[in-house]
Each structure stands twice: as structure tokens, then as C-alpha cells.
């Protein structure tokens, strides 16, 4: 599902009830002075919408939920796992963890204890890697299968029905019958074996060898069983040699009815399995799936739930599907998809909200959902999402019963959806008092101080939102409504301060949006020019304004004001700010130059290797892509792919494609990546000289200052690593000579194990003069310094980028160190509220094990082991303290 609700103004009817051009024209040249002498002004620029209702499970105690599944995981059956995965996923979806999420899906596919869950975790770890399929192709070209979740052959996997009759050989009812029997339909007469027929099923034994009439009888009319004379010829030939021939679809559809009805179970899995491998397309699928769920024919209705799965999420644009999947009552869920209903629901619903948050179809998924949920856990997920679906389609009576029913089973989160609607209905009171009874009754989260302030005004509204940020520094809005609020007190630094906060290391869109807009009242057209720029890198059809206006047209408004700069111009601007590690900067002017002539192959490179620096992989992969499909050369598209398949964790064959391109050509970026891609995999020692030996061969080749300074600078590391401090310090100078920034941290490092502490702590300093993005900058200091100036630096880190985990783990440890053992679980549980991080965990679980808390270290290592299952420290962990466990 998308990250966030867009907000109630954001509707398609409002899109173009405004004219840019317009809108610029009249703000043109007039912003800064409107700006502090107009409110309205300045509202229509800076308009901050209310945090947005998270469609998620998000458990007020995290950490206690995922010990619970990886206790729950390691007793459970077979068939209990993949639902257990999939309440992982649904933790770490709420928490943000979206490798951690992925790998929950991919846990539930593999421990899939049927044919269903396979199906439906499969396809849904399709649909999460939609966009890289060439991902496939590139392994194929290298001669390796990667298509793990394509059609598979579902009859085999079903096992034929073990509930089959046999009449036995002896039959004597005290009647001399003929051993042959004729069934008329219409005029058509066929001749059966009698017992052959009577075998396929005890209704048949029974009207044939039993006491009913048609048992004297040699012939029998059939024309009232809707069976042709073809079908039952079939039906004949079955009977004798056990198998369906070349039966026409028709034909079988006549047969299974028939089956069914006479309850001939071996003929009706014959004619299922045929119809099956009959199943081709997603009409077939439709069409068939009918007969299937009206037959009860498992294997049909399974091949059919296959074909609309594999085409998500087309099919569910498909009237017809959509009908089919939202339309079953349980007894037809249970034919087609077996016991995996809820895992079924919970992958359609979240497409269907993403392809639509508030149709029809995305309410009546939902509500199967709701139907299929049966543990606790899974019955706050389903309410809690159709409540948010609800609410969006402004169904107030409706969703609050929803949200009511969610908190009641334990989902606290939903009191956020309670007091939206109470508030919309006029009751701002309740909402207040409802968020002040959480917070008093539970562990303090952000979102609750968060949500709260929307009931208060002034001093207090701003009070919560600093606990918020103190809870929990990565929701974003508490950011954006003390920048908007400092905007309009005519704050212009203090707001941009502010907002400049989470943009250091959170860089999320709405947040670029709203300094645009700041950048836009300043008349700082420039800064202006380079956040829509940055915005379009990351979204290329991102709308700003409550959707109302595509960014792109407020960048083409916008250049008119900026001075337009030459090829030459942009190549220096980005050698500046490439080498100031200013990355946001850089992102705009590399998307600058690409409405130039110059080689886009290479600025798309260029522009992927910045955005896995800002930590935003699918922007950086989607760029990769793009290097690839415009490479000059066939020689540089190896390269560009031999990077793709290495970031997707294919380092052996992103190796061989880097061979294949020097094959062709020796390049600076083809040996560099066969050195970046050769250190990660070999740990033999000996591979150092091979990876110095090909970044040589790199630096040889012509290239940029910009990549040489890398280069360098990576080889600068390996002679680290063999403890050639020399060779070491000269590539680090040399890479700094052409201002290659980050240099400065590997000379310090030099400087260090020189036993140089003073001179490794001023070459970081150095570093964090010279960059624009420097936490990582402070934390390397604090290795270099004594320890209150570490302290401090650890502070700063944690000022500019509260997700990096070290400096929590430095002052716990020193808290611990002067027996502060309460402060240093209190300083580790600080980050854990909003960060699932391992070493954070395990840390916690060492010092309760320390204090005798062996429930709390128990707890704590099995919620590592949920983020990380094969982390070998934790495991032994883990038996060390579960032998103690009362």
C-alpha cells in the first residue's frame, strides 16, 4: 500500500482548478514582499496537511510482537508458519523496514505448506519486484535461471482424491442382469459395461446392482442428466480404461457436472486435472473458475486463482475477476485458494489500494478480508484497513465502527482513525481526552504526541510535537508544522532550519515540497530550481499543491527566473557540489545536464550512485536502468548491467559482465567495477593485490576527476586493509589534490594507526569543514577523540541523523560502564522505538541478561532473531539464556 493518504483536498475534480502559469505570474517578482505582508499569501504557499492514518499494523510494543511470532515460529506446525511470516511482514511494513518485509515474504513463500500459500506468496513477491524483470533477463544472459516465481504446475502438487470408491468384484443381488447396460439420450443409444459403470461411483452401484428399478433393466434413460450421447460415450470409455482421452473443453464441462452429481470422484479428478491444463489465458480463467467453485473441483479453480494472480495487478482492472474474488462466500474460498484466504485478501487489498484506495473494489476486498480473519492478530489488520478505507471515502459511521472494533482486539493505532472522526464530527474535546488516556495508560509513542497536538492550539500543540520528535525523529510532519509556523512568523532562517533538519537524513518528498515553497516566498529562485529538480529525480510525476499541479510545469515556470547555465557550467556546479558531499545539489544538476546533449548513460550512472548514497534503491535501481537503456556502447551497457545485477545481490555474475566489457574494451568504469565486485567476494587475503592490480588498470584509463578520486580513494582502503600505510596515505592525498572529499576520513585513518590520534581527529575535522551531509563525519571523529569530545560528537550525530545506531550504542555502554544500567536500557529502548536494529536489540538483551531480566534478554534476542534468523552470535545467544529461562 502507498506510504501515506493523500490528504481530502488532493481529489481528481481539483487538478486543474488551477492555472500555474497564472498562479507564477501573479507571485512573480512580488513573493518576498507579499510574503511578509500577506498572510494569504503566504497560507497558499505553505500549507501543511495533517499527518497522514497509516493503513498498517503497528503494535504498540513491536519488540514483544515479533518475540512472540519467533517463539510461536519455532514450535508451531508446518501449516501455522506462513501466516506467522506474514504477521512479520505486516511489523515491519508498519515499521518501515522494507527489506526486512521483503525477506518476511520470502520466509512465508519458502515455508509455504501448501500449493495456495505458494501461489499467493509468490505472486506477491512478484509484485513487489515489479520493475525487475530485466533483473531476469540479465541472469539469463549470463546463463542463470532467475524466474522463481513463474506458473507452476498446480495439478501436480495437488494430490488425486483419496476418497475414491471401489464396488468390489462380487455382486449379487438375486437378479440375472445382463453385463451390459444401455443408457439412452434422446435417440442415441450406448452400449456400457454394466459393473464398469456401476464401479465409478456408489450412486451408480447402487441404481445398477441395488435395489432400484433400472437395476433389471438393460437400458436406461439418461436425456434428463444434461449429458450429451459424446459425453457419455466418454464416460464409457472411462470406465473401462481409467483415463480421459481427447475429450473437447466442452465435453469435460458435461462430464464434471456429471461426475459431481453421480459422485464418481475419479472421473470428476480426471475431467478437473484436463480442464485445468486447459487454462491458457484470463478469460479461460474466468469462464472456468465458475464451473470450479459451482463443481467443487480444486485443481480447475486453482489453475484459474494461478492465471489471475500471475497477471496482478491487471487482472483486478478485470470487472470479471473482480466479481469472482470479492463475490465467494467461504465454503468457495476455502475450493480456490484453500486455507491461504486471509494471505489471498490481505496481497489483493493491498493492490487494489494502490491501483485505488477508495473504489468499490478496494471495500469489497476489504471485506473479504474482514471475513477470512480468524486469529486476533489478523482481525486488527482487516479492520484497521477498511476503517482507513472507510474514512477515505468519507463513510464517517462506518469507519468508526471499523476502528472501534480494531482497538477493542488490540490495536491501539486505531485510536487515530477514532479521533479523526470525532473531530470531523465536531467532538475535538473527546479526541483530546481519548489521545491523553493512551498516552497515560502506555508506553509513550511518537504518533500518539503527534496526534494529539492536532487537538490543542499554541504553546501546547507545539510541546507535543517536540515529544514527538524526541519519541520518535522520523514522522515528518511535526518537522513541517514548526518550519510552516516559523515561516509565518516571518522566521525565514529558524523555518529552514527546521526543515533542513529532516532532510538531512530522511529525504522525503513532501518535505522538498515544502522548502520549494520557502525557497519560492524568498525569491531564491536558484534553491528553488534545485529541490523541484530533486523532487523529479525521485518522482518523476510528482504533483505538488495537494495534487494540483505537476511539478514539472512549476520547474519549467520556475527556470525563467534562473540563469540558464552552459554544459561547461554544469560539469563545474557539479564538481562542486560532488565534492562539498552535497547530494541534493548534485541530483539537480545531474538532471539538469540531461536535457543536454551530453551522454546520458553516464549521468544516469552518475545519478544512481547518488541516490544509493541518500538511501533511496528504487529511484537509484530505476536510474541504473535508464544508464543501461541509454549506454553509448555495448561495452558500457555490460558495465551498467554488471552494476544492476551486483546491487540485487548477483556479485558473481555483475563480476563476469565486467569481464565481458573488458573483453571488448579496457575501461576506467569496467575494471572498477570488476575491483568493487571482486573485493566483496573474495575473502582470501591474496585477492588484495588482484583488486590494487585492477584499479590501477582503472586509473590508466581516461575518466573524470570525479571517479579517479574514487578510485583512488578505494584503493587507498585495500592498502589500509594490508597495512601499507604509505602506499595508503599517497592515494588518499592524491585523491584529495582533486577534491575528492571524503578522502580526509581514510587519511585519518592513516593518521590513527599511525598511533597520530591528534592528526587523524584534525583531518576529520577537515571533513566535516567541507561537507554538507557530515554525520557519518562526526561519528568517525569520535573514534579520535577523548571521551566528552566523543560524547559531544555523538550528540551532534544523533542531532543530524537520528537513525544512525552507533552513538545510542557508545553512551549505553558508557552509561553501563558507570553502573547506570536503568539510563543505559533506557538510551537503547530511545532508538528501538522507532528503529528494528539488531545490534541495538542485542545490546539490550546483554544488559538485561547482566541485571538477572532473563524474560526481558529472552524477549529482546528473539526479536533479533526476527530481524536477522542466521545471526550466529544471537543464536548462541539465545541457548545460552533460554537455559535459564524459569
Not at 375 to 385: D, F, L, P, R
Not at 436 to 458: D, P
Not at 820 to 827: C, L, V
Request: proline letters at 3%; a negative charge.
Amino acid at each position: 500500500m502507498r506510504t501515506f493518504f493523500p490528504s481530502e483536498s488532493c481529489k481528481e475534480t481539483e487538478l486543474n482548478s488551477i492555472n500555474p502559469q497564472s498562479w507564477l505570474q501573479v507571485e512573480r517578482g512580488k513573493l518576498s514582499k507579499i510574503s511578509f505582508e500577506s498572510n494569504s499569501s503566504i497560507e497558499s504557499l505553505i500549507k501543511v496537511p495533517e499527518p497522514s492514518i497509516l493503513p498498517y499494523f503497528k503494535p504498540a510494543d513491536y519488540v514483544e510482537v515479533l518475540a512472540r511470532l519467533h517463539e510461536e515460529l519455532e514450535a508451531c506446525s508446518p501449516q501455522e508458519r506462513s501466516n506467522l511470516y506474514l504477521l512479520q511482514y505486516q511489523v515491519f511494513k508498519g515499521l518501515g523496514e522494507v527489506k526486512l518485509r521483503r525477506t518476511s515474504l520470502h520466509s512465508a513463500w519458502i515455508k509455504a505448506s501448501s500449493v495456495y500459500e505458494r501461489l499467493v506468496f509468490g505472486a506477491w513477491l512478484k509484485y513487489e519486484k515489479q520493475g525487475e524483470e530485466l533483473i531476469s533477463d540479465l541472469m539469463s544472459s549470463c546463463g542463470k535461471c532467475a524466474k522463481e516465481f513463474g506458473m507452476i504446475d498446480v495439478a501436480s502438487e495437488l494430490p488425486a482424491s483419496s476418497n475414491l470408491f471401489s464396488s468390489g468384484t462380487n455382486v449379487d443381488n438375486g437378479k440375472a442382469v445382463s453385463g451390459q447396460v444401455s443408457f439412452r439420450i434422446g435417440n442415441e443409444r450406448i452400449l456400457c459395461d454394466r459393473q464398469k459403470i456401476a464401479g465409478l461411483s456408489a450412486p451408480f452401484h447402487a441404481m445398477l446392482n441395488g435395489c432400484f428399478t433400472e437395476s433389471s433393466l438393460e437400458e436406461i434413460d439418461m436425456s434428463e442428466n444434461n449429458i450429451s450421447p459424446l459425453g457419455m460415450r466418454a464416460i464409457s470409455e472411462f470406465s473401462v480404461a481409467g483415463c480421459l482421452n481427447e475429450v473437447p473443453p466442452n465435453l469435460l464441462l458435461e462430464i464434471l457436472v456429471l461426475a459431481n452429481n453421480f459422485c464418481c470422484e475419479r472421473l470428476k479428478d480426471s475431467c478437473d486435472r484436463k480442464l485445468a491444463s486447459l487454462v491458457s489465458s484470463r478469460q479461460d480463467a474466468v469462464e472456468l473458475m465458475e464451473y470450479a467453485l459451482e463443481e467443487n473441483s480444486p485443481v480447475l479453480a486453482a489453475s484459474c486463482f494461478q492465471v489471475f494472480l500471475h497477471e496482478l495487478p491487471e487482472s483486478l482492472n478485470d470487472s470479471q475477476v473482480v466479481k469472482l474474488l470479492c463475490n465467494s462466500n467461504r465454503e468457495q474460498r476455502s475450493i480456490m485458494v484453500g486455507s491461504a484466504a486471509f494471505s489471498l485478501y490481505c496481497l489483493l487489498g493491498e493492490v487494489s489500494f494502490n491501483l485505488d484506495p477508495r473504489s468499490d473494489r478496494t471495500v469489497c476486498i476489504l471485506e473479504q478480508l474482514v471475513d477470512s480473519a480468524e486469529t486476533t492478530h489478523q482481525k486488527m489488520v482487516a479492520y484497521h484497513q477498511l476503517g482507513c478505507v472507510r474514512l477515505l471515502r468519507k463513510e464517517y459511521n462506518k469507519a468508526e465502527q471499523l476502528f472501534q472494533a480494531a482497538l477493542e482486539a488490540g490495536h491501539i493505532y486505531s485510536v487515530v482513525g477514532l479521533a479523526r472522526i470525532n473531530h470531523i464530527k465536531g467532538n475535538k474535546q473527546w479526541a483530546h481526552e481519548k489521545l491523553s488516556s493512551v498516552i497515560s495508560s502506555h508506553s509513550s509513542l511518537g504518533w500518539m504526541y503527534q496526534e494529539r497536538s492536532l487537538y490543542c492550539e499554541g504553546e501546547r500543540r507545539w510541546e507535543d510535537l517536540e515529544k514527538a520528535t524526541e519519541l520518535d525523529p522520523t514522522l515528518v510532519y511535526p518537522y513541517m508544522y514548526r518550519a510552516a509556523s516559523l515561516m509565518r512568523k516571518q522566521d525565514a532562517q529558524a523555518a529552514l532550519s527546521e526543515i533542513n533538519r529532516i532532510l538531512g537524513f530522511k529525504l522525503a518528498l513532501e518535505c522538498l515540497e515544502l522548502r520549494f515553497c520557502f525557497y519560492l516566498a524568498l525569491e531564491d529562485y536558484q534553491s528553488a530550481i534545485c529541490d523541484i529538480q530533486a523532487i523529479l529525480t525521485l518522482a518523476p510525476h510528482y504533483r505538488m499543491f495537494d495534487g494540483r499541479v505537476a511539478a514539472s510545469q512549476l520547474r519549467t515556470l520556475v527556470r525563467e527566473h534562473v540563469e540558464n547555465w552552459t554544459t561547461a557550467d554544469c560539469w563545474l556546479q557539479l564538481y562542486d557540489k560532488w565534492s562539498s558531499v552535497d547530494d541534493i545539489g548534485s541530483l539537480s544538476v545531474i538532471y539538469q545536464m540531461l536535457e543536454s546533449d551530453a551522454a546520458k548513460g553516464v549521468l544516469y550512472f552518475r545519478q544512481s550512485l547518488l541516490l544509493l548514497r541518500l538511501n533511496c534503491p528504487e529511484a537509484a535501481m530505476r536510474s541504473l536502468q535508464l544508464a543501461r537503456q541509454h549506454a553509448s556502447s555495448d561495452h558500457e551497457r555490460l558495465v551498467y548491467e554488471g552494476w544492476i545485477l551486483y546491487d540485487t545481490g548477483h556479485c558473481a555474475e555483475g563480476l563476469w559482465k565486467a569481464e565481458e566489457s573488458i573483453s571488448l574494451k579496457r575501461s576506467f568504469e569496467a575494471f572498477f567495477l570488476k575491483a568493487y565486485a571482486l573485493a566483496d567476494s573474495c575473502l582470501d587475503p591474496s585477492c588484495s593485490s588482484v583488486v590494487v592490480a585492477l584499479l590501477d588498470e582503472a586509473l590508466k584509463c581516461p575518466s573524470d576527476r570525479l571517479r579517479k578520486g574514487q578510485a583512488l580513494n578505494n584503493l587507498g582502503s585495500v592498502y589500509v586493509d594490508c597495512g601499507k600505510l604509505d602506499a595508503a596515505a599517497d592515494c588518499y592525498i592524491n585523491a584529495l589534490k582533486i577534491r575528492h572529499t571524503r578522502a580526509h576520513q581514510g587519511l585519518a585513518r592513516v593518521h590513527f594507526l599511525r598511533n597520530d590520534k591528534n592528526a587523524a581527529y584534525e583531518e576529520m575535522t577537515k571533513l566535516i569543514e567541507k561537507a554538507r551531509n557530515n554525520a557519518s563525519a562526526y561519528e568517525k571523529r569520535s573514534e579520535y577523540c577523548e571521551r566528552e569530545l566523543a560524547k559531544a560528537d555523538l550528540e551532534m550525530v544523533t542531532r543530524l541523523d537520528p537513525l544512525r545506531v552507533y552513538p545510542y550504542r557508545y553512551r549505553a555502554a558508557v552509561l553501563m560502564d558507570n553502573h547506570q544500567t536503568k539510563e543505559a536500557i533506557a538510551e537503547l529502548s530511545r532508538a528501538i522505538a522507532f528503529k528494528a536494529d539488531l545490534h541495538l536489540l542485542h545490546l539490550r538483551a546483554a544488559f538485561h541478561e547482566h541485571v538477572g531480566n532473563v524474560m526481558g534478554a529472552l524477549r529482546d534476542c528473539r526479536a533479533a532473531l526476527s530481524v536477522d534468523p542466521n545471526h550466529q552470535e544471537m543464536l548462541e545467544f539465545h541457548s545460552r539464556v533460554n537455559s535459564r529461562e524459569p
